[in-house]
């Protein structure tokens, strides 16, 4: 059975303080792994979609970076308006569907 | 703004009644996702459908059915609800069955 597995639950960060949210999965043929955001009261918001161990994408102040058990959403200086939950999903080979990690709760700080 | 729409936002009712959540997906999309989250399960699938069909299965209870229509908009339907179905419904559109998914704002339900 596919799982994902993200860590830390919650993270608070000051204004500026760079780090990193992981997230680990084990599943039966990668075809895809996701990041979404989500505020509070909303929809996940689609980020990014990695495929292959190496690759990476890059929006505004965030990164992601996938290798074969992990990926990891390095965030750069950020801002208080980058305050949300950080989804991490895979869909393996045979489904349609994407299993979703329970989240990373970042906080930023002014 | 994703373009998938979700009705009604909010809805309270009672145990044991029956509820229905639409979903429009964005245009030109053929797939349409049904997830349930909730605080301690967080997003869990429930059901695909692909072009009007039942393309994949999640653990949705047998008391919850949903339906695409001919123009692409699709509806799930919770029966015989209990505290416990009390969650947020999510509907997430994609043009394929391998392309991202896109969130509507999600139906919170209650029952009391």
């Known amino acids: 059975e596919d799982q994902v597995t993200q860590s830390p639950e919650a993270l608070r960060l000051q204004e500026g303080e760079s780090s990193s949210l992981n997230c680990s999965y084990t599943?039966?043929?990668?075809?895809?792994l996701f990041w979404y955001r989500q505020d509070p009261g909303k929809g996940p918001e689609f980020l990014f979609t990695?495929?292959?161990a190496g690759e990476e994408k890059e929006k505004e102040r965030l990164k992601a970076t996938l290798t074969k058990k992990e990926s990891f959403l390095h965030i750069t200086a950020p801002k208080p308006e980058d305050s949300a939950t950080y989804l991490c999903?895979?869909?393996?080979?045979?489904?349609?569907?994407?299993?979703f990690g329970q989240g990373t709760r970042l906080t930023i700080n002014p | 703004d994703s373009g998938v729409t979700q009705t009604p936002k909010h809805l309270i009712t009672a145990t044991g009644q029956r509820v229905t959540l639409r979903c429009s997906p964005r245009?030109?999309?053929?797939?349409v996702y049904w997830y349930q989250q909730s605080l301690d399960q967080g997003l869990q699938f429930l059901i695909q459908?692909?072009?009007?069909?039942?393309?994949a299965k999640g653990n949705i209870l047998e008391r919850f059915s949903a339906q695409q229509f001919p123009d692409l908009h699709s509806e799930l339907n919770l029966s015989s609800l209990e505290l416990g179905d009390s969650a947020l419904y999510f509907c997430?559109?994609?043009?394929?069955?391998?392309?991202?998914?896109?969130f509507g704002e999600g139906s919170r339900l209650t029952v009391l």
């Open positions: 997430a559109s994609s043009l394929s069955n391998t392309g991202e998914l896109f």
């Open positions: 599943v039966s043929g990668l075809r895809g």
């Open positions: 990695l495929y292959s």
């Open positions: 999903a895979v869909r393996n080979q045979g489904a349609q569907k994407l299993v």
């Open positions: 245009s030109g999309d053929l797939s």
């Open positions: 459908y692909y072009n009007g069909e039942e393309r």
